[in-house]
């Protein structure tokens, strides 16, 4: 079956630009997670839901960040006004539940590479 | 805080010879532990995660991991290395106690594996 997807593969925009990125779990999966991974470092977590709800939105470094998922399924995470240390490369994750036993199976996409010139 | 540390950013094996990758946590509750592999342009993929009463962990692709409590080490290992396993390994946990999912990664190991 289709795995996690993320849209744009690529994405390169000017300092101070507003951008969106879009997250396709696998169906069924209630749990979703966003991470930032910069160059030589690992998956740094940003945000996950369960359902339609932030459960822990900790991770976003500052307010320009945001993400939503308004019916439970496909999430976009916005960053206002970017800057070029925003520039990494943003991975989604989704799990089956976050309770059970599927909870901790994590699938993730391939990432979506954010330039900011 | 939490934290995980992989020692040794990138590691060089002959194809064949066994593969050692080094993960230890900081807590003193142990939590749960994972390790991933991440081939280029792809997304990570589990490979293994550490749970639950057993501290010896079997993987896919011919990997396990031992969970050492005394040396807060989660390393994994792989008896003969193949090309194909030529990627970045990352291992992270989770802490038990935290009432939350917010995974912690470690910096990542880029095995090479040479012929």
């Known amino acids: 079956g289709a795995g996690v997807s993320q849209t744009p593969s690529n994405k390169v925009t000017e300092k101070g630009k507003y951008v969106e990125l879009r997250c396709d779990p696998i169906?069924?999966?209630?749990?979703l997670y966003w991470y930032r991974q910069s160059l030589g470092q690992g998956p740094e977590f940003l945000i996950y839901f369960q359902g339609t709800g932030a459960a822990d939105d900790s991770g976003l470094p500052n307010d320009r960040f945001f993400a939503v998922r308004p019916e439970g399924s496909v999430s976009t995470l916005k960053i206002q006004r970017t800057e070029r240390g925003d520039s990494a490369v943003y991975l989604c994750a989704s799990s089956l539940t976050i309770g059970g036993t599927g909870k901790f199976e994590q699938y993730f996409g391939p990432g979506t590479r954010l330039t900011v010139t | 805080a939490q934290s995980v540390t992989q020692l040794g950013s990138h590691v060089s094996v002959s194809e064949g010879a066994l593969v050692l990758l080094r993960c230890n946590y900081s807590s003193s509750v142990p939590p749960y532990l994972f390790w991933y592999v991440q081939y280029p342009n792809q997304g990570l993929q589990l490979l293994l995660k550490y749970t639950s009463a057993a501290t010896l962990v079997k993987g896919i692709n011919g990997f396990e991991a031992e969970f050492k409590k005394s040396e807060t080490s989660f390393h994994l290992t792989k008896p003969s290395a193949h090309m194909s396993d030529a990627a970045e390994y990352f291992c992270a946990v989770l802490p038990r106690t935290s009432g939350t999912y917010k995974y912690i990664f470690g910096t990542g190991t880029r095995l090479k594996v040479l012929a």
């Open positions: 169906s069924g999966h209630t749990a």
